[in-house]
Nanobody, 124 residues
Framework: VQLQVSGGGLVQAGGSLRLSCVAS????????MGWFRQAPGKEREFVAV????????YYADSVKGRFTISRDNDKRTVYLQMNSLKPEDTAVYYC??????????????????WGQGTQVTVSS
């Protein structure tokens, strides 16, 4: 499974960006997708997760109400719509996939496949 991330960039505070993550290879179905981010000098942190059927969605408190995760399984794509961006959202954003679906995981260690990351920079 390969994950390709796109959509990062530079935006002013209060602006919006939409990240996309396309899965390719022998993906099959049923996998949960997550978004994580890592700021300079900090550990990778959970942002949002969505189950295969989109029936379960969960956000980190820091992005709740501003970010929206969604997916289109026909296109093998997961999205992260980011609104009302703040300078503290500046980070490299990664998408990740896991076939461990007995429960929803917010820890990066549960995810087996990772995209290459895309830089999001929010200026004040």
């Amino acid at each position: 499974v390969q994950l390709q991330v796109s959509g990062g960039g530079l935006v002013q505070a209060g602006g919006s960006l939409r990240l996309s993550c396309v899965a390719s290879g022998r993906t099959g179905g049923g996998y949960t997708m997550g978004w994580f981010r890592q700021a300079p000098g900090k550990e990778r942190e959970f942002v949002a997760v969505i189950s295969w059927s989109s029936s379960f969605i969960y956000y980190a408190d820091s992005v709740k109400g501003r970010f929206t995760i969604s997916r289109d399984n026909d296109k093998r794509t997961v999205y992260l719509q980011m609104n009302s961006l703040k300078p503290e959202d500046t980070a490299v954003y990664y998408c990740a996939a896991t076939y461990e679906t007995k429960q929803i995981h917010t820890s990066a260690g549960w995810y087996d496949y990772w995209g290459q990351g895309t830089q999001v920079t929010v200026s004040s």
